[in-house]
């Protein structure tokens, strides 16, 4: 069931051309940061300031660029047509009566999308590594807290900062798929799940709301960030993960409660 839930979504044009153009941002960022060089006296975002000088910070940088709203916006996108989708082209039933549970259903699509999640930012970081490597230096990287490390561990930062990015996205994940169950729409539950993202955004911005930031999706997306130093800081990164847990079990147990009572007629 979920080999064959894994391979429908990677085998969708729409999808591999989203990641297609996952690809192609970190290809930009390298060419504009080659062309106009980084920022001057430190400024910008974390990572930036350090582009020209080691491979390795570029996809980092292009993580965190796009992790605010270009990833969760393609996971959206997956995770909104998960049961929308097959109840529009009129495959759900089927689908529900092959697999004999509606929760293993659930599950397989849940999981599915969680996996473009990792594969999203997979791509990014694994073009920006390329991409680095082809346009800066890519010797021994000093990590942001200012130590030296070698070339190995600035990749595995990568592939860990990657991993983290993409398991930050779990609740976007779970948010799209209870909403896919909700609507026969894949384009009004993708919009409903990236309303509610930036909904999240926006309040986190707010200081008087600052409370309650702690249970809001998108709080520690960025902490990825921190494995970038020495040592790596996890507490944020822990945070993350407890929070994209947080959102998985409520919103998969609202996807699990809406979609076992759902009649599913076509």
């Not at 398991?167 to 909700?182: C, D, I, K």
């Not at 008087?208 to 997306?221: H, I, K």
């Amino acid at each position: 069931m979920f080999a064959d839930e894994l391979a429908r979504v990677f085998r969708r044009p729409r999808n591999l051309v989203i990641l297609v153009l996952l690809g192609l941002l970190p290809l930009v960022l390298g060419v504009v940061v080659k062309v106009a060089g980084s920022p001057r006296n430190g400024g910008g975002p974390p990572l930036f300031a350090q582009i020209t000088q080691n491979a390795v910070f570029l996809p980092a940088a292009a993580l965190a660029t796009m992790g605010a709203l270009v990833l969760p916006l393609a996971v959206a996108i997956v995770a909104g047509d998960a049961v929308a989708g097959d109840a529009a082209n009129g495959s759900l039933r089927y689908l529900v009566l092959a697999a004999g549970s509606r929760t293993r259903v659930l599950v397989a699509k849940a999981t599915a999308g969680l996996v473009f999640a990792l594969a999203a930012a997979g791509v990014v970081a694994l073009v920006g590594l390329v991409v680095g490597a082809a346009l800066f230096p890519h010797g021994r990287p000093v990590t942001l807290s200012g130590q030296e490390v070698s070339l190995a561990r600035g990749v595995a930062d990568v592939v860990v900062s990657a991993l983290v990015a993409g398991a930050s996205l779990v609740g976007v994940v779970a948010v799209g798929v209870a909403l896919s169950t909700m609507t026969a729409s894949s384009l009004t539950a993708t919009a409903l799940t990236l309303a509610i993202v930036i909904a999240t955004e926006v309040v986190g911005a707010v200081p008087q709301l600052a409370g309650v930031r702690p249970v809001l999706v998108s709080t520690y997306w960025g902490a990825f960030v921190n494995v970038f130093r020495s040592p790596a800081y996890l507490t944020p990164i822990v945070k993350d993960l407890l929070e994209q847990a947080g959102w998985l079990v409520v919103w998969g147990t609202l996807a699990v409660s809406n979609f076992s009572q759902r009649d599913i007629v076509t």
